[in-house]
T-cell receptor, first 111, second 116 residues
Framework: QKEVEQDPGPLSVPEGAIVSLNCTYSNSAFQYFMWYRQYSRKGPELLMYTYSSGNKEDGRFTAQVDKSSKYISLFIRDSQPSDSATYLCATQMDSSYKLIFGSGTRLLVRP | GAVVSQHPSWVICKSGTSVKIECRSLDFQATTMFWYRQFPKQSLMLMATSNEGSKATYEQGVEKDKFLINHASLTLSTLTVTSAHPEDSSFYIC????????????FGQGTRLTVV
């Protein structure tokens, strides 16, 4: 079993739709949860991170963590074609430890 | 966010030669740098973790004599692919953390290596 599971997609939605991206993880010791966006042939870009359970909002993006079910979510409101990319979730035991990545979900937002 | 610069962005080399990839933190001191490899449509695979001034820690299955990592300063780490073969062709990405307490890792733009 992979430590972090993520549906690879692709996920195709019309412009303006609400997008829900999800990951599950197996190790209850993970404390930090990140979402990265990666455009083709580029390095990942950090969107946001959360510590432990809870929600965090940044503009059109909302990250949720439910540690009881080991479930991580990223919601994108009013999706735009420029949001088309691969979204990677990642977890970390503490702030100095290595990141464990999910496989990434390819998102396509159709104009 | 902090800026990590990776160079070159792409390189083509002949089989048997060595290639060096540089990773620089431009506006912060990177106590820890990570090197990843990514195959098409797959996630990032951690190759090694390097701390400034000490030997890199390699992940299981990664040949340390083939992938030489040097982290000589707080702003520069290098990955040298020695005696490259076509199967080494991949996308290599570095990331850096500042070690100031935040968990954020900032990534370089990646290097596409093609060995012919």
């Amino acid at each position: 079993q992979k430590e972090v599971e993520q549906d690879p997609g692709p996920l195709s939605v019309p412009e303006g739709a609400i997008v829900s991206l999800n990951c599950t993880y197996s190790n209850s010791a993970f404390q930090y949860f990140m979402w990265y966006r990666q455009y083709s042939r580029k390095g990942p870009e950090l969107l946001m991170y959360t510590y432990s359970s809870g929600n965090k909002e940044d503009g059109r993006f909302t990250a949720q963590v439910d540690k009881s079910s080991k479930y991580i979510s990223l919601f994108i409101r009013d999706s735009q074609p420029s949001d088309s990319a691969t979204y990677l979730c990642a977890t970390q035991m503490d702030s100095s430890y290595k990141l464990i990545f999910g496989s990434g979900t390819r998102l396509l937002v159709r104009p | 966010g902090a800026v990590v610069s990776q160079h070159p962005s792409w390189v083509i080399c002949k089989s048997g030669t060595s290639v060096k990839i540089e990773c620089r933190s431009l506006d912060f001191q990177a106590t820890t740098m990570f090197w990843y490899r990514q195959f098409p449509k797959q996630s990032l695979m951690l190759m090694a973790t390097s701390n400034e001034g000490s030997k890199a820690t390699y992940e299981q299955g990664v040949e340390k004599d083939k992938f030489l990592i040097n982290h000589a300063s707080l702003t520069l780490s290098t990955l040298t692919v020695t005696s490259a073969h076509p199967e080494d062709s991949s996308f290599y990405i570095c990331s850096a953390t500042s070690g100031t307490g935040g968990p954020e890792a900032f990534f370089g733009q990646g290097t596409r290596l093609t060995v012919v």
